[in-house]
């Protein structure tokens, strides 16, 4: 028997907290064979998960399976109301800025005594295996090798006249770009791009560029009130010119792919995921290409190799071993890898990864060869984000918000910062 259970709204708010201790030990399948898998992400991301889920069902007889997914925004809410209860799915998609978090807290247990048995991840490599670790412990299994994108209508930046965006573009020259569409643009509430000052991964990657990141090592913030209204006053100037859409456009944006500026056909670029570019492709009626953020002139680069998301399994999984092995079924079993695709990134396997890109079509293989190029624009993973990290993502966005309705940057920024600074003190 398998129950999908698809959800898209926002639910009740976070609990406190996350369970303290670790129940591991090994079930029996015979005890306990319902296995409960959430993770968040588009329609087309559940289509494939479901499809690969109800395959590792078909190919294990007598396994009940419940899924269900969300966006971005309401996931970890819910997420934590559950490990507050004592209620997780067994299976849980896992983000590389809450993994420390959670893995501290005793929410997700560690998967070492697993490997090279149920778990065959060993040909991921070690940079794979490390990102995905805590204090010397694996407790994601990557689902897929990312970097943040620009994915953009290369036919709306034609008819605008103006040469959209590609490696190498400064930031200068993308705002000069963005405005000289603005100017062109014949269509209504038609911008060229996106307002990406509340998007803590573009956010991130610009201040990388200054030399600068979100958290240094030590937890703390890694940029000041200054750099926060810098970046304010960036987008400001965007929206100013008539080249990024106007407030109340962007306010629309939740942090998915559905309600992206993009996907509303109010924007020519948008900002997200590499591995988002698939489902971004889904939704847009306009054929996309996908490029690299611009540059600092005289940076540092911005972009970094990360895992898009983890697969971690629940300290309440009742069977754990079972939890695994569907892990193991999607990221290095054929039948699995071949469903899910790249839709989550590209497959840390190098046999994975081959034999994903032998049916990949023109959108994956784009999304592919994009990562393949972006190596002279990669620079080292940043420090482990501290507990709270998700939480001030939300309140970037919160904050960008209110600068685009009238809040100076300077404003933006000192609030921005004090908030922060605020959180990781509670954490």
């Known amino acids: 028997m398998s129950a999908h259970?698809?959800?898209?709204?926002?639910?009740?708010?976070?609990?406190?907290?996350?369970?303290?201790?670790?129940?591991?030990?090994?079930?029996?399948?015979?005890?306990?064979?319902?296995?409960?898998?959430?993770?968040?992400?588009?329609?087309?991301?559940?289509?494939?998960?479901?499809?690969?889920?109800?395959a590792f069902r078909t190919a294990n007889a007598g396994i009940d399976t419940k899924t269900e997914f969300t966006g971005w925004s309401d996931y970890w809410p819910r997420l934590a109301t559950r490990v507050a209860g004592r209620n997780a799915p067994d299976l849980i998609q896992m983000d590389y800025r809450y993994m420390f978090e959670y893995a501290r807290r005793g929410a997700i247990v560690p998967l070492d005594q697993y490997l090279g048995n149920l778990l065959d991840i060993a040909d991921f490599g070690q940079a794979n295996l490390g990102s995905c670790s805590v204090?010397?412990?694996?407790?994601?299994?990557?689902?897929?090798?990312?970097?943040?994108?620009?994915?953009?209508?290369?036919?709306?930046?034609?008819?605008?006249?103006?040469?959209?965006?590609?490696?190498?573009?400064?930031?200068?020259?993308?705002?000069?770009?963005?405005?000289?569409?603005?100017?062109?643009?014949?269509?209504?509430?038609?911008?060229?791009?996106?307002?990406?000052?509340?998007?803590?991964?573009?956010?991130?990657?610009?201040?990388?560029?200054?030399?600068?990141?979100?958290?240094?090592?030590?937890?703390?913030?890694?940029?000041?009130?200054?750099?926060?209204?810098?970046?304010?006053?960036?987008?400001?100037?965007l929206r100013d010119s008539g080249g990024s859409v106007s407030a109340d456009i962007q306010a629309l944006d939740k942090l998915t792919l559905e309600t992206s500026p993009l996907a509303l056909g109010y924007a020519a670029t948008s900002f997200l995921h590499s591995n988002q570019f698939i489902g971004a492709q889904q939704l847009s009626k306009a054929k996309l290409s996908i490029t690299a953020y611009p540059v600092l002139t005289g940076g540092k680069p911005g972009h970094y190799l990360k895992p898009s998301q983890m697969w971690s399994i629940s300290s309440d999984a009742k069977a754990p071993e079972l939890a695994v092995k569907l892990a193991n079924f999607t990221v290095h079993d054929p039948a699995g890898v071949k469903i899910l695709g790249v839709e989550r990134g590209v497959p840390a396997s190098p046999a994975m990864r081959d034999l994903a890109a032998a049916s990949l079509d023109d959108v994956s293989r784009q999304m592919v060869d994009y990562v393949g190029k972006l190596d002279p624009y990669v620079g080292a993973l940043p420090p482990s984000p501290p507990k709270g990290a998700g939480e001030i993502s939300f309140v970037l966005q919160r904050i960008s918000q209110e600068v685009a309705f009238g809040s100076t940057p300077e404003q933006g920024g000192e609030q921005f910062v004090t908030e922060s600074e605020s959180i990781l003190k509670r954490g």
């Open 135 to 237: 204090d010397g412990k694996l407790y994601g299994i990557n689902l897929g090798v990312n970097s943040s994108a620009m994915a953009y209508d290369p036919t709306a930046w034609q008819e605008a006249g103006v040469e959209p965006p590609k490696f190498g573009t400064s930031w200068e020259e993308f705002a000069s770009k963005c405005e000289a569409f603005g100017k062109a643009n014949k269509r209504k509430k038609f911008y060229a791009t996106a307002d990406a000052s509340g998007v803590e991964p573009a956010f991130e990657l610009w201040l990388r560029q200054r030399g600068k990141g979100l958290y240094d090592d030590k937890g703390a913030l890694a940029f000041d009130a200054k750099d926060a209204a810098d970046w304010f006053k960036l987008w400001g100037a």
């Open 5 to 54: 259970l698809v959800s898209r709204r926002a639910m009740l708010g976070a609990g406190c907290g996350f369970a303290a201790s670790v129940m591991l030990g090994h079930q029996a399948w015979a005890e306990d064979k319902q296995l409960r898998v959430f993770w968040w992400g588009s329609q087309e991301r559940a289509d494939r998960t479901n499809k690969a889920v109800d």
